[in-house]
């Protein structure tokens, strides 16, 4: 017996050290987040891009007085929250739109602006409310009308945005208009033929912009009409074009998703972290390679998103619902975000949200109303129907 | 925000270190604690919110170093205290500032500004009238964390409603008590795997090792000196890792954690099929009692410790853990005294028991640590 005894103190000693070893290395990972004092009064605490310096305050309180500061000021912002992604700069639109927003009747190129914010921020209701006091200033503005097509066709509103597009159409070279009621009628029965109708059209002489809203347009369409090859070559020529669109960035990484290619992913969004739509592919993509990465993404991603959530905000919703879904596995948080998320928006990629959260959650009746929709619309979408 | 999410947030953030910057809209956070007539708290802004407030960046060269930050210490409380307004059952608090410090958040660095407010005594109501950034983003928004003797509220700041009204309850710091000794005795009898644990290690309590035969104890004394033993080493044990994770000295990968909770049930069991151990099995109960302390933790870090009442708490969730287990081995030790000379329990609880209890946690161990 009292061999037995030593031998199992053995046993015990060695499994003692293991947890000592254990818990140190916890102890050593368990970095805090807790205030400090930096060593150095050289240390950079942060840096400064172009817009957000102490000195653009006071060109935002000049544009108080002046409204033909204002405007190109928050054009100025809008662009860069564009081009960065970064949400603070519609903040910065805001601020300097404000007073302008306010006078009694405000100038309609305030109330495009105002409504450029509100779509941007998915506020698209607001958004439409004003866009009718800037049509009743101003009618027909190819701005305005362009921004309303948009937002109806975001939300589903079809047959509304028909006649804002052909309003835009009249307004505007023959063929951007074109453009806008091709891809209506690629979500409304006609996919095959928009597309080729679309293939077709010249983009001689467009700014880089109008045409990179055509080979979004195109590589969409493939998307949904199972063309990956030229879904992905619409795509690259878009980015080599325009390499800060993120929204076609995003589109060409979930295509690479769903083709398995996760390293390429992380090739294509490399150094744009910073944006959460796009950190969510990469975090997806880090989830299929298995990359050690992906805790740091999913920690980003929870804090933008509960700070959203607890905010009430909407923007990232469909993000939310993927990330839910794809990246913790948790089907049924993933459901009710996607339903959520269905009640803001009805694009093909939240039928696409929504569909596959209620397959994983085991309830697909969850997802009839948005399939319900799109058969309705006879919607093509070969990601949804086989 | 649904509570698994939010969880999941708080558990990650606590692991998370410095990080690059990502894009999300602008967030103050503001912390502040009410303790009797005490108002204590923090104010928390990006650093570039903190430029665009008062300009931290004298040397205009796009970037804001921690002299700069320290430099504008003054200019930012002033700001403070022209944007931040306390009162405490309508009186204006007097806010006093500690100095300046710097947090990492995981969207770029954020200086935190400390300070103590005087709202009178023991106020009942605390508004709050926040209209920090309000002028120069108008998306900005303060994240308040409000905790007032035991209770927590959280709440939106800014924005077009500026002055917040919260209720300042006072007797809450018992029903928090309560709720935690609750949530303890509800973990330790839904957590299957800490009793099943303890169960191994209590069955051989009352029988003797002889000549590799199991044979019943003879009288009651020493079973129960036994049972003690282990119920006690396993009690302080798990309440001394509890207590060190409950306050954030030692934290393990849930993880790790898990699997080896698994993995001690099966050497518990293993030990009563294929006896090593016979004698002071309440070693075994302390050394891995260690490590389901951090189980414990785990649900304690999922509910959250209000701050003003974290020992009465975690103190609360440990009593409630202990009630849960007395219970447990009160209703089965006895049964067991009284069927230890049957060949039922020699033979069949012991071996066959014992074996089951050891298959299951395989199953665990296996699903924990590999899958």
């Known amino acids: 017996m009292s061999k037995s005894v030593s031998l199992s103190c053995m046993l015990w000693g060695r499994l003692f050290a293991c947890f000592a070893v254990a818990l140190l290395g916890g102890g050593l990972s368990s970095a805090q987040a807790d205030p400090y004092v ?198 690259q020529r878009d980015l080599t074009l325009v390499p800060t669109d ?85 089907p049924k948080l993933s459901l009710g975000a996607a339903i959520e998320n269905w009640t803001v928006q009805r694009e093909p990629d939240d039928v696409l949200v929504l569909v596959n959260a209620a397959k994983a959650a085991g309830s697909p009746a969850a997802a009839e109303p948005a399939l319900a929709f799109a058969r309705t619309q006879g919607q093509t979408d070969v990601r949804v129907f086989r | 925000m649904n509570a698994p999410l939010k969880i999941c947030c708080m558990l990650l953030l606590m692991l998370a270190g410095p990080l690059a910057q990502a894009h999300i809209a602008s967030n103050g956070f503001l912390n502040l604690n009410v303790e009797g007539a005490q108002v204590s708290g923090a104010i928390e802004l990006a650093i570039r919110d903190g430029e665009l407030a008062v300009g931290l960046d004298h040397d205009g060269n796009g970037q804001v170093t921690w002299g700069e930050l320290k430099s504008s210490q003054t200019a930012l409380q002033n700001y403070v205290l022209g944007h931040l307004r306390l009162r405490g059952d309508g009186a204006q608090c007097r806010v006093g500032f500690n100095p300046v410090q710097v947090n990492e958040r995981v969207d770029g660095t954020y200086l935190w500004l400390p300070f103590t407010a005087d709202c009178g005594v023991g106020p009942k109501r605390l508004s709050i009238d926040y209209t920090i950034l309000n002028a120069e983003d108008p998306s900005h928004r303060g994240l308040l964390t409000l905790s007032a003797n035991g209770a927590v509220q959280t709440g939106v700041l800014g924005g077009a409603s500026v002055i917040r009204i919260f209720e300042l309850d006072h007797p809450s710091s018992r029903s928090a008590f309560i709720e935690y000794l609750r949530a303890g005795i509800w973990h330790i009898w839904s957590g299957i795997d800490h009793l099943l644990f303890l169960l191994s290690l209590l069955l051989p309590a009352v029988l003797l090792r002889r000549q590799n035969r199991w044979e019943a104890v003879p009288m009651a004394a020493p079973a129960f000196v036994h049972i003690v033993k282990v119920v006690t080493a396993f009690t302080l044990a798990h309440s001394i890792t509890l207590s060190l994770a409950a306050f954030d000295v030692i934290r393990l990968p849930s993880r790790l954690t898990e699997s080896v909770i698994a993995a001690s049930i099966i050497v518990a069991a293993l030990n009563n099929v294929f006896p090593m151990v016979t004698a002071g099995r309440w070693r075994i109960a302390f050394a891995f009692g260690l490590l389901h302390g951090f189980g414990f933790a785990s649900v304690l870090a999922e509910m959250g410790l209000p701050t003003g009442a974290r020992l009465v708490s975690l103190v609360a969730f440990n009593l409630g853990v202990e009630v849960g287990q007395l219970a447990v081995v009160l209703a089965i030790m006895p049964l067991a005294y009284l069927f230890r000379s049957t060949a039922f329990y020699r033979r069949g609880v012991m071996p066959w028991g014992s074996s089951a209890i050891a298959c299951l946690a395989l199953v665990w161990f296996v699903q924990r640590a590999m899958l």
């Open chain 1, 38 to 235: 930096p060593r150095t009064e050289n240390a950079v605490l942060a840096e400064l891009s172009a817009g957000t310096r102490f000195a653009d305050v006071t060109a935002r309180r000049l544009a108080r007085a002046r409204v033909d500061v204002a405007i190109p000021l928050a054009q100025f912002y809008i662009q860069q929250a564009r081009i960065s992604g970064d949400l603070r700069f519609l903040g910065y639109a805001e601020a300097v739109l404000a007073p302008w927003v306010k006078t009694n009747p405000p100038l309609p190129d305030v109330l495009v602006l105002q409504a450029t914010l509100q779509q941007s921020r998915h506020e698209f209701t607001a958004a439409l409310a004003t866009l009718d006091r800037a049509s009743a200033a101003r009618p027909a503005d190819p701005q305005a009308l362009l921004i309303r097509a948009t937002v109806l066709r975001v939300l589903g509103r079809y047959a509304e945005a028909g006649p804002a597009c052909e309003q835009f159409s009249r307004r505007v070279e023959p063929r951007l208009g074109a453009l806008c009621t091709q891809s209506l009628r690629g979500l409304t029965g006609d996919l095959e033929s928009a597309y080729a109708a679309l293939t077709q059209i010249s983009s001689q002489g467009w700014l880089n912009a109008e045409k990179s809203w055509l080979y979004s347009e195109l590589g969409e369409m493939a998307v949904r009409l199972g063309r990956d090859d030229d879904a992905q070559q619409w795509f």
């Open chain 1, 246 to 330: 993120f929204y076609v960035r995003a589109a060409y990484a979930d295509l690479l998703l769903r083709q398995r290619r996760p390293a390429e992913v992380l090739a294509l969004l490399k150094g744009q972290e910073s944006f959460e739509p796009l950190l969510l592919r990469i975090a997806i993509a880090q989830k299929q390679l298995d990359d050690p990465g992906l805790a740091q993404s999913s920690v980003r991603l929870r804090t933008a998103f509960s700070a959203e959530l607890q905010r009430g905000e909407a923007v990232h919703r469909r993000e939310q619902a993927r990330f839910l879904l794809e990246v913790e596995e948790q």
